[in-house]
């Protein structure tokens, strides 16, 4: 804990006075705090790391929104994690930018927890097939009905059609977009040829694009 940076408490009231003011270090032993995580966007199943101070206590646990991580690392100034576990269920949590916060627990049964920062978990786009008109997805956290969820196909630096309804499946490994054909003979045609699948769920783009020939 410490006095605010900037305010001149020997005033009643306090004042602000900017750079003048005199703060105090932060006290040790207040818990575990976070500066970054690294890196900053991972994807489901992968391995990333939060950044900090004293994150060697024990008792700690890491929990991405409502998602609690593995923890298979642990230094003073670094913890090593897995989005495994429930989020590759598909029905824990979505991709996105979420909280990410470290609490330790106390021995009053309560937690002192960290600051917050935000995290950007990916989809994973595996696979994608294109038959009579039906574009299907195969991946993990590929979105849900809540989610925005966004299909795309580029071509030659251009994206030429973008999708945003799809039917999706219930753990998120699944997604299809129909009206393929029927989109390529639009008043606003796109030629046959080979087009890179996008997909971005609330915002966070796949790093695959794989290639479906349109007929």
């Known amino acids: 804990l410490s006095l605010l940076v900037g305010i001149d408490y020997t005033q009643a009231p306090p004042q602000v006075i900017g750079q003048d003011g005199v703060g105090l270090a932060v006290l040790s032993g207040m818990g575990p705090r976070l500066s970054e995580v690294t890196p900053d966007a991972f994807e489901a199943g992968a391995a990333f790391a939060v950044i900090g101070e004293d994150l060697h206590l024990s008792g700690l646990e890491c929990r991405l929104s409502d998602v ?110 129909t009206g393929i054909a029927a989109a390529a003979a639009a008043p606003d045609p796109f030629t046959a040829g080979d087009y890179r699948v996008v997909l971005l769920v609330n915002g966070q783009q796949a790093r695959n694009s794989p290639t479906i020939a349109v007929p």
């Open 68 to 177: 609690a991580l593995n923890i298979v690392e642990r230094e003073s100034d670094r913890l090593g994690l897995i989005a495994d576990g429930a989020i590759l269920s598909g029905t824990a949590i979505s991709a996105g930018e979420h909280v990410l916060q470290v609490r330790q627990l106390l021995p009053n049964q309560r937690y002192r927890g960290s600051n917050l920062i935000t995290a950007r978990l990916l989809p994973v786009l595996s696979g994608a097939t294109l038959a009579a008109g039906t574009l299907t997805l195969t991946g993990l956290l590929l979105g849900n009905e809540d989610d925005d969820v966004l299909v795309a196909l580029y071509r030659d630096g251009v994206t030429v059609r973008v999708f945003d309804r799809a039917v999706h499946s219930a753990d998120q490994t699944q997604l299809t977009v």
